[in-house]
């Protein structure tokens, strides 16, 4: 069975300080793994993705399959970070969500 | 490009009845997903529909259905409401891809917020 556990509900950093957010998931094959941001008032949106191997706004997320990791890390947190961040796995048609870690990067 | 709508916003249902979420996918999209979020929790996968066709499925039960049609709206049936069917469930849409829907974006809409009393 696919499962993500993101262990950190809440987290909370001060502007300029690094961040990271953690995800392990559960899966035997090679899975798609997802970042989904949700800010305040608006809806959930993808942030990245592994198969992109990209940097947006300034997150980049690497992932270990040794560790079944796809932590979500910033070198240098800013107040619009603030949100809630879900890691997501994606397999067939098949989507699972962790819980969510709400992030607060304090000024 | 029109984004994903979801009617109605809110809706309030007594135990025991049926409830019809509506979803219009975002302009060429042809796979819906629905999920239900819980209050405090990340949204589970409900079902996906491709090309009006089920394409996968999540762990709920039968009374949980669905539709989608040609134009690739899509509607989620919920017979029997229990007090637990209390969620947020979420409609998104993605593009076709490959194929292999795993690597799609997924654009969800705002969410329908489901009381059951």
């Known amino acids: 069975a696919q499962r993500v556990t993101q262990p950190e509900k809440l987290l909370s950093v001060f502007k300029g300080a690094p961040v990271e957010l953690k995800c392990n998931y559960s899966?035997?094959?090679?899975?798609?793994l997802f970042w989904y941001v949700q800010y305040s008032r608006q809806r959930l949106q993808l942030l990245l993705r592994?198969?992109s191997r990209e940097s947006i706004k300034g997150f980049t997320a690497d992932l270990n399959k040794g560790e079944t990791s796809f932590h979500l890390k910033k070198p240098f947190a800013q107040e619009e970070d603030s949100a809630m961040y879900y890691c997501?796995?994606?397999?067939?048609?098949?989507?699972?969500f962790g819980d969510g870690t709400t992030l607060t990067v304090k000024p | 490009e029109t984004g994903v709508t979801q009617s109605p916003t809110h809706l309030i249902k007594t135990r025991g009845q049926q409830v019809t979420l509506r979803c219009s996918s975002q302009?060429?999209?042809?796979?819906v997903s629905w999920y239900q979020q819980a209050l405090g929790q990340g949204p589970q996968f409900i079902f996906q529909y491709y090309r009006e066709e089920e394409n996968g499925r999540g762990n709920f039960p039968p009374r949980f259905s669905g539709l989608q049609f040609p134009n690739y709206s899509s509607e989620l049936n919920v017979n029997a409401l229990e007090l637990d069917d209390s969620a947020l469930y979420l409609c998104a849409s993605s593009g076709q891809g490959t194929g292999d829907f795993s690597y799609n974006e997924q654009f969800f809409g705002p969410g329908t917020r489901l009381t059951v009393l």
């Open positions: 997501a796995l994606s397999n067939a048609g098949k989507s699972t």
């Open positions: 302009s060429g999209h042809n796979t």
């Open positions: 899966y035997s094959g090679s899975p798609e």
């Open positions: 592994h198969i």
